[in-house]
T-cell receptor
Framework: GNSVTQMEGPVTLSEEAFLTINCTYT??????LFWYVQYPGEGLQLLLK?????DKGSNKGFEATYRKETTSFHLEKGSVQVSDSAVYFC??????????????FGQGTRLTINP | GAVVSQHPSRVICKSGTSVKIECRSL??????MFWYRQFPKQSLMLMAT?????????EQGVEKDKFLINHASLTLSTLTVTSAHPEDSSFYIC???????????FGEGSWLTVV
């Protein structure tokens, strides 16, 4: 079945550092790919998405490109801030259940940014 | 924006008792809701998918008699953990899918500790 593998955390960086969180996937067909972010004490929020090969999703300075040839969707940000500290989840759409597509998540990567 | 609220955010219960977790969509109607479980340092695992007014679809390996899901209205789904045991201690998170575009929003999650 479909699966997602994320870079293991935790990741600790200094403010203004460059961030990469790796995500690779296994899927049949052509899934959509997502990055979700979970700030402390809050639910998951959609950060960005890409629905087809070579698409680039971007939001709040974060970017990720759907690479079908390498089955990857790595998350990047050029200059991180303390407020980016959170847990990041890579996900893809899987099979349809009761008319809704199931999301398959990676294990999450905890990111801590130090001032 | 759309908000999904879970209650309680933290609950401690004794072994053998039942505990109910509520998931509410506060400003939209959700025909489909999802319940996930997250073990420490692991991914979110989908437990079940429910559509309002119909029986939930459980993922393989999830005991439907233990994890009772009720989606009685378009804004409320409940997860009841029956005869709880310490191994049921986990982080439970719900998501709700809007009608139309079908955007998914997550609740803030509920920590369950069974002692």
């Amino acid at each position: 079945g479909n699966s997602v593998t994320q870079m293991e955390g935790p990741v600790t960086l200094s403010e203004e550092a460059f961030l990469t969180i790796n995500c690779t996937y296994t899927a049949t067909g052509y899934p959509s790919l997502f990055w979700y972010v979970q700030y402390p004490g809050e639910g998951l929020q959609l950060l960005l998405k890409a629905t087809k090969a070579d698409d680039k999703g971007s939001n709040k300075g974060f970017e990720a490109t759907y690479r079908k040839e390498t089955t990857s969707f790595h998350l990047e940000k050029g200059s991180v801030q303390v407020s980016d500290s959170a847990v990041y989840f890579c996900a893809l759409t899987g099979r349809v259940i009761q008319g809704a597509q199931k999301l398959v998540f990676g294990q999450g990567t905890r990111l801590t940014i130090n001032p | 924006g759309a908000v999904v609220s879970q209650h309680p955010s933290r609950v401690i219960c004794k072994s053998g008792t039942s505990v109910k977790i509520e998931c509410r969509s506060l400003d939209f109607q959700a025909t489909t809701m999802f319940w996930y479980r997250q073990f420490p340092k692991q991914s979110l695992m989908l437990m079940a998918t429910s559509n309002e007014g119909s029986k939930a679809t459980y993922e393989q390996g999830v005991e439907k008699d233990k994890f009772l899901i009720n989606h009685a209205s378009l804004t409320l789904s409940t997860l009841t953990v029956t005869s709880a045991h310490p191994e049921d201690s986990s982080f439970y998170i719900c998501s709700a899918r809007t009608q139309g575009r079908g955007t998914i929003y997550f609740g803030e999650g509920s920590w369950l500790t069974v002692v």
